[in-house]
């Protein structure tokens, strides 16, 4: 058994997000749903092939972004 990785960390946080979100999405908005399940599924491939580091800075990154932006920052 392999120790749990930043990638298993990801994506355990990224599908409790999309399970509680899960349930507020009318039928009106099953498309756009849709969509972003697909889009969290590509993007959860493309981090599982890349780098750790790699990972890690764009989430840094992205992490500054938010906090320059204003929006709310995951801790």
């Given at each position: 058994?392999?120790?749990?990785?930043?990638?298993?960390?990801?994506?355990?946080?990224?599908?409790?997000?999309?399970?509680?979100?899960?349930?507020?999405?009318?039928?009106?908005?099953?498309?756009?749903?849709?969509?972003?399940?697909?889009?969290?599924?590509?993007?959860?491939?493309?981090?599982?092939?890349?780098?750790?580091?790699?990972?890690?800075?764009?989430?840094?990154?992205?992490?500054?972004?938010a906090?320059?932006?204003?929006?709310?920052?995951?801790?």
């Open positions: 058994m392999r120790a749990k990785s930043v990638t298993d960390e990801i994506r355990s946080d990224l599908l409790n997000a999309l399970s509680e979100v899960r349930g507020l999405i009318t039928t009106e908005h099953e498309v756009a749903w849709a969509h972003i399940e697909t889009f969290c599924a590509i993007a959860l491939r493309i981090i599982a092939k890349t780098n750790p580091s790699k990972v890690r800075d764009a989430a840094m990154a992205e992490e500054i972004k906090r320059i932006d204003g929006r709310e920052v995951l801790e």
